[in-house]
């Protein structure tokens, strides 16, 4: 087995075809098919199944690409590293962040990090469920994740900082009048929450309970851009992170009472490269919140 062959079939996964797959990676389509036909031979499984819509990765096919984006990913960082040089940085950085969490702070230090390195390839995805971020950071998939303070936050997490949450209100609400609200009078009021294994619906909930309010849904969505517009037209008022509430809506934001912060920490992968630790240097010099005092976080 080679590197190639897992490149193919991760390619094949990511398209449904062979066919996308070559065009994809640039290369002839028979090619593609005999990789995956010997890959296949030499484990003496079936990596893919055909479909109506395309091909899909049987149930082994998927643990095997669980394995070889892992195997990819090392191999890409162990290239980059390999290269990187004084004034030159090239090779793949891949980076999640936690919904909602240094949506302001993370564009600036990427920004200043591809002026730094533009040869570096830099890809970033949300990520809105903490296990899955967690099962990602222990895989080796990730380079560096962006995410919330948590119970299970390892022992070398660097904490960059705290977010604060404001309650986002609809156009109009008489709430908007005074600087901060009050979540006890709130009660009463659906809210816009987020899907159920996100930390910012664990953020919510442990509010609501707090604060002795009702958990009121009146709607659940996957972002926080959809929540903050869909609060503004008045289906319920929200609770997101202060740099996640877009320019544009503002002025319908407000810090609430008993306040509402969380630490954010960078997770970086062991034996980080150069890429990583320029990174993670520059999220330091992002504003952020002044510090809390967290345990198992430095």
């Not at 296949?40 to 394995?67: C, D, K, N, S």
């Not at 903490?130 to 390892?154: N, Q, T, Y």
Request: glycine share 8%.
């Amino acid at each position: 087995m080679s590197l190639r062959q897992y490149e193919y079939a991760l390619a094949v996964a990511e398209e449904g075809s062979v066919t996308a797959a070559a065009e994809l990676l640039r290369v002839a389509q028979p090619s593609v098919s005999q990789q995956i036909r010997g890959l296949e031979r030499e484990l003496g499984v079936q990596l893919f199944a055909r479909t109506p819509t395309g091909l899909v990765p049987t149930m082994v096919g998927r643990a095997f690409l669980r394995e070889a984006e892992v195997a990819v990913n090392a191999s890409r960082r162990a290239r980059a590293t390999a290269r990187a040089g004084a004034d030159e940085l090239v090779g793949e950085l891949v980076v999640s962040v936690q919904m909602g969490f240094g949506t302001r702070q993370l564009p600036g230090a990427l920004g200043a990090l591809r002026r730094r390195f533009p040869r570096l390839e830099v890809t970033v995805f949300e990520e809105p469920s903490s296990a899955e971020l967690e099962r990602l950071c222990r895989g080796g998939v990730l380079d560096l994740a962006l995410m919330a303070a948590c119970e299970r936050s390892p022992a070398d997490a660097h904490h960059l900082g705290d977010e604060e949450f404001v309650a986002v209100l609809a156009t109009g609400h008489p709430r908007l009048a005074a600087d901060r609200v009050e979540l006890r009078d709130l009660r009463g009021e659906p809210w816009v929450r987020f899907d159920r294994d996100s930390a910012l619906d664990g953020v919510l909930l442990n509010v609501l309970r707090d604060n002795e309010l009702p958990p009121t849904t009146a709607a659940r969505v996957s972002q926080t851009a959809t929540a903050v517009r869909w609060a503004a037209h008045g289906l319920g008022v929200t609770l997101v992170p202060a740099s996640a509430v877009p320019h544009d809506h503002e002025h319908l934001a407000r810090p609430v009472f008993p306040a509402v912060s969380q630490p954010v920490i960078a997770v970086v992968r062991q034996g980080a490269g150069p890429a990583e630790t320029a990174l993670l240097e520059l999220l330091r010099k992002e504003t952020w919140s002044g510090p809390a005092s967290v345990s198992q976080v430095s």
